[in-house]
């Protein structure tokens, strides 16, 4: 759901030795709230993400724990980021973590035995992010993560973190977690809406114009991609519906003309099919 930009990464809070090689995952640049195509589908979201970042340092937690969740590829990775980006820049301490790296982190800091250092660390942020939350695995590093929930979310320190299903269905974490993260604010990124997949397909080609100037698409055929990827999509239980449009569009439409040939509804309706069976 971005406005095509430069591609770079930071890795933000590296600063910290406590935090173990820890200090956060990569951050795109290109995902900051300025990119992001606001529709019914994500606005809830947004602005709840709006209210966590635009909140001034020091100040109590207002949604806490807030909980984004939504199917793969409709942008809750570009949300949370986009907090991070927002809140560095009011010089709050923001860190970004997916799942994967608070595990790594975690037992990292166990290994070299200095699992309370890790842990003063993490209580140390103002806001912590969490992405990928249904990717958290092992007793130990669950029993962790409750632990440093408990201890922001009672300290008035905001967690925000994201996972592809509610908290209710993360069979994998215990029962006093789940809770604990249903306890907040649980708002969920629906599938887009028409206009909203029209939007995000014309960046995607405005962007490959940039790039190639002679590269052009008749609006008719923008209308049918979108149109025809949210069918096939809806139809294959929702799988990856951005990719659908916005994939589609970015390696399909671009191959048709940068072969020479033709841009035509039924090679479209090829187009999509292939891109879906990929996944």
Known sequence: LERTVPFQMRTPGAGDSRLQ???GSPLDTRFT?????????NALAHA????VSDAEPGTAARFNPLYIHSAVGLGKTHLLQAIVWAGEQSGRRMLYLTAEKFMYGFLAALKS?????FKEALRGIEVLVIDDLQFLQGPKVQMEFCHTLNALV???RQVVIAAD???GELESLEERVRSRLAAGLVVEMAPLEAELRQRILEGRIAALKAQHPAFD???VVLQHVAQQAFLEVERRARRIETVGIGGAAHHHLAACRLRNVDVQRTRHDDLVEDRLHRF
């Open 165 to 167: 299903r509610t908290p």
């Open 21 to 23: 090689g820890n200090g």
């Open 154 to 156: 009672d300290a008035g």
């Open 33 to 41: 709230f300025g990119s992001f195509l606001v529709g019914r589908s």
């Open 113 to 117: 035995q200095s699992a309370i250092a």
């Open 217 to 219: 698409v008749p609006e």
């Open 48 to 51: 709840a993400a709006r209210q």
